[in-house]
């Protein structure tokens, strides 16, 4: 058990994620309940069941959190559009850098976020898909800006750029949680060359 309570009075809920959080990196999600929730934020058993009906929920919510966090990311790279080569390249790698240390240092939420406890049962909640599709838009929206700069051939979709790298960018990070890449040499080249993939493609068309 906790040996402080995080909730006095006030914003229940934000207390219940933010040690729920804590509980998903120490014990996973078959660790978290609700019962042990309510203990550790020292309230009734039954005070979480106010804002979740079940666990479901809560990951729900948990899951939710992390794509607002992931959209500040988003929100923090420069638009490239206004970037020369060498800046967009210092831009991408520290987006790409920020956005696998996202992911590793916390693998359990990343997992619900995009993995199976969730999606697989085609039960996410209003609240994390509208969350989910908006911060995946976002990131499409700074795809489409190169677009309009011509960088990018005729002819390309910003959509299914934004798929493609953002397809990259998991499947690197896939590779670092399951521990196929564990050693941080590895995470640190593997994530020079794909924004260097992505640069290729970025870099305006000189020919």
Known sequence: MANHSPYHHGDLRSALLQEANVMLRESGIDGLSLRQLAERVGVSRMAPYHHFKDKHELLCALAAEGFRELDKLIEQAAPASSLETQELHTTLARFVRDYVHFAVDNPDRY?????????????????????????????????GTLIGEQRLPKGSKPLRLAQASWATLHGLCRLMIDGIYVNQTDMEEVSHEAVRLMLAVLTPNRG
């Not at 976020?113 to 838009?137: D, H, Q, V, Y």
Request: hydrophobic share 40%.
């Open 111 to 143: 997992e619900l976020m995009f993995g199976r406890p969730i999606w697989k049962g085609a039960n996410p909640s209003a609240e994390l898909k509208e969350t989910a599709f908006a911060c995946f838009r976002h990131y499409a929206e700074r795809i």
